[in-house]
């Protein structure tokens, strides 16, 4: 079984910055890619950002080279530093693991691709 763990949430205002952790617990079998997806309520979750075929990133549109996902196999952590926030960034933020890396930035961020999810932790930006 695989546990994941979110932190880092927190409410800011307009143009601030936060850095959310996820970490991994339990038996992963060696390889494995994360990605950070987000959801309001009465709206579908999306894909924020993501790691695939190994080190490479994926990110969605709306990121605007604000945020960066980084995958840190040593300490079975993944991070996403957002900058710049703005009011639309308000969310509940999930990560993601899935076995299978895959070579495709498009299904990195899609979350039927991923087999573990965390609780999620919440992030409020205000204006």
């Known amino acids: 079984q695989v546990q994941l763990v979110e932190s880092g949430g927190d409410s800011v205002q307009t143009g601030g910055s936060l850095r959310l952790s996820c970490v991994v617990s339990g038996n992963t079998d060696g390889t494995y890619c994360m990605g950070w997806f987000r959801q309001t309520p009465g709206k579908e979750r999306e894909g924020v950002a993501a790691?695939?075929?190994?080190?490479?990133?994926s990110y969605a549109d709306f990121v605007k080279a604000r945020f960066t996902v980084t995958q840190d196999n040593a300490k079975n952590t993944l991070y996403l530093q957002m900058n710049s926030l703005e009011p639309e960034d308000t969310a509940v933020y999930y990560c993601?693991?899935?076995?299978?890396?895959?070579?495709?930035?498009?299904?990195?961020?899609?979350?039927?691709?991923?087999?573990?999810w965390g609780q999620g932790t919440q992030v409020t930006v205000s204006s």
């Open positions: 993601a693991l899935r076995k299978v890396c895959g070579a495709h930035w498009y299904a990195a961020l899609q979350s039927r691709n991923y087999d573990y």
């Open positions: 790691v695939y075929a190994g080190s490479k990133r």
